[in-house]
């Protein structure tokens, strides 16, 4: 018992230690998103963000929201100011952290999702960009070029048994 007690004791400090880098990365990524896209400073929010939220939320928000917002609001609405609350971990990959932004137009609470990816914490925020508003894909000269297999005639279609 007497070598069991020093064995137990360091693992309860290497995870407690463990937890508490974690719980600085997560603040960190946190800071760092929340400052950037409270500030509206889209491209300084993408090292923070997972590829998703980049490639969905990020991209929507640059080529579809900030051109459409009046530049005076924006500067009217600086700086924002962050305040980090209390980290939940979902699982040892996934965690939410509760913040507080204040602007000079207005205050709001929030969370913010993150998800623990190679080793490194990233804020992962998906919107569910309408599809009308996704970019078209651009049609490749191999779609163009295939030809039609087969074309049925109407008056080929078998009746399906209704009696007139």
């Known amino acids: 018992m007497k070598h069991f007690t020093p064995f137990i004791l360091t693992l309860f400090i290497i995870f407690f230690s463990s937890c508490n ?18 500030n509206y400073q889209i491209e300084a929010a993408e090292p923070y963000a997972t590829e998703e939220t ?46 507080h932004k204040s602007t000079p137009i207005k205050e709001d609470d929030g969370t913010l999702d993150l998800v623990k990816r190679n080793n490194q914490w990233q804020a992962q925020v998906i919107i569910n ?21 087969s074309i049925t005639r109407t008056d080929s279609v078998p009746k399906l048994g209704i009696h007139q």
């Open 21 to 38: 880098n974690d719980d600085k990365a997560i603040r960190k990524t946190a800071q760092g998103y929340l400052d950037a896209m409270g």
């Open 54 to 99: 980049r490639n969905q939320t990020l991209r929507f928000v640059k080529e579809n929201i900030l051109p459409k917002t009046d530049t005076n609001y924006i500067n009217s609405n600086r700086p924002a100011s962050i305040t980090l609350g209390e980290i939940t971990y979902t699982t040892d990959t996934t965690a939410t952290i509760a913040f």
């Open 129 to 149: 960009v309408p599809s009308i508003l996704r970019p078209v894909e651009p049609i490749s000269d191999s779609t163009m070029k295939k030809k039609i297999v």
